[in-house]
Nanobody, 123 residues
């Protein structure tokens, strides 16, 4: 079992920044692929970013590429999502996820999920 707890969400003006954190406990964090997803009201959950267990490879949705940066600290069992140049369309609940199987950018590639943290960007 893996428990994931997100933090760092909030209200920010367009153009501002937020840093999300996801603290993990339980099964070996350092062997997990970690991902961030988001879900806006009335929309399906969508992939945002992911990072391999070693941190050596990162992936981003086109909509956030160049603005968001994912990173991880395996010593602290924590993954981060630095979000810069935020836009109103980034408003959503952001979820952290951990996967121990085949790497992927879809929800079914991840085995464990956090409860989500709300990010609201005002225009």
């Amino acid at each position: 079992q893996v428990q994931l707890v997100e933090s760092g969400g909030g209200l920010v003006q367009a153009g501002g920044s937020l840093r999300l954190s996801c603290a993990a406990s339980g099964r070996t964090f350092s062997s997990a692929t970690m991902g961030w997803f988001r879900q806006a009201p009335g929309k399906e959950r969508e992939f945002v970013s992911s990072i391999w267990w070693s941190g050596g490879h990162t992936y981003y949705a086109d909509s956030v590429k160049g603005r968001f940066t994912i990173s991880r600290d395996n010593a602290k069992n924590t993954v981060y999502l630095q979000m810069n140049s935020l836009k109103a369309e980034d408003t959503a609940v952001y979820y952290c996820a951990a996967g121990f199987g085949t790497f992927g950018t879809t929800s079914n590639a991840y085995d464990y999920w956090g409860q989500g943290t709300q990010v609201t960007v005002s225009s």
